[in-house]
């Protein structure tokens, strides 16, 4: 059974910067993309930033240029470099694959104030 433990997660004054982790327990298709989710006091989760066919990455508008997924096959880990965060940032944010076809991990907040 596949489980994720995401990390990295604290408080930041915007345009701060954090880098999250997420490992990944059990195997995964090769096939499947992995990507970053989160979920924003009283918003649904959303999808951040994924791994496309090949080697290709697709972010949300929100954050693209300011956000870049990344991943370490021999680790079984992907991570989401955070740069310039806004308050808007603020959440909770998860690791799946693309299509959510595993359950939910804690996920690690990140919160942006000044």
């Known amino acids: 059974q596949v489980q994720f433990v995401e990390s990295g997660g604290g408080s930041v004054e915007p345009g701060g910067s954090l880098r999250l982790s997420c490992a990944a327990s059990?195997?995964?298709?090769?096939?499947?993309?992995m990507a970053w989710f989160r979920q924003g006091p009283g918003k649904q989760r959303e999808l951040v930033a994924s791994?496309?066919?090949?080697?290709?990455?697709n972010y949300a508008d929100s954050v693209k240029g300011r956000f870049t997924i990344s991943r370490d096959n021999t680790k079984n880990t992907v991570s989401l470099q955070m740069n310039s965060l806004k308050p808007e940032d603020t959440a909770v944010y998860y690791c799946?694959?693309?299509?959510?076809?595993?359950?939910w991990g804690q996920g690690t907040q990140v919160t942006v104030s000044s």
């Open positions: 059990g195997s995964i298709p090769w096939f499947y993309s």
């Open positions: 799946n694959t693309d299509g959510a076809r595993y359950g």
């Open positions: 791994f496309t066919g090949g080697s290709g990455t």
